[in-house]
């Protein structure tokens, strides 16, 4: 089960993510819960695959958004970075980024259990 604590102990900048939710914890733990299922993870790998950096920014930009809004600040690292490089359009071989977003989400799901 998705606690407090838990997020907290992922790295999560707790104050911040409650100030955005008016200090309700049940409620930003719901919103945690959605990212779970969030099609944006699956779209940037999709698209990256298919060298469609339009799309890959698209995708990348959406999951930088809820991220950063949830303050799940292990997670932002690499979508920023993702993000951003694929904003300038840079032609490069993303694996490594890919990656490091893959297992942070994976700890991320983790505090799920």
């Keep these: ?38 099609k944006n993870f699956e779209g940037l790998k999709t698209a990256l695959a298919e060298n469609d950096l339009k799309k890959g920014f698209e995708a990348a930009h959406a999951l930088k958004g ?14 920023v970075e993702i993000t951003e490089l694929l904003r300038s359009g840079t032609e490069m071989d993303y694996t490594e980024l890919l990656d490091r977003i893959e297992k942070e989400k994976n700890r991320f799901l983790d505090l799920f259990n």
């Design 1 to 38: 089960m998705l606690t407090i604590e838990k997020l907290k102990d992922y790295g999560a900048d707790i104050d911040e993510a409650l100030t955005r939710c008016m200090g309700k914890e049940d409620f930003y733990i719901m919103l945690c819960g959605m990212v779970k299922d969030d």
């Design 66 to 79: 809820v991220v950063s809004n949830l303050a799940l600040k292990p997670l932002l690292e690499p979508v």
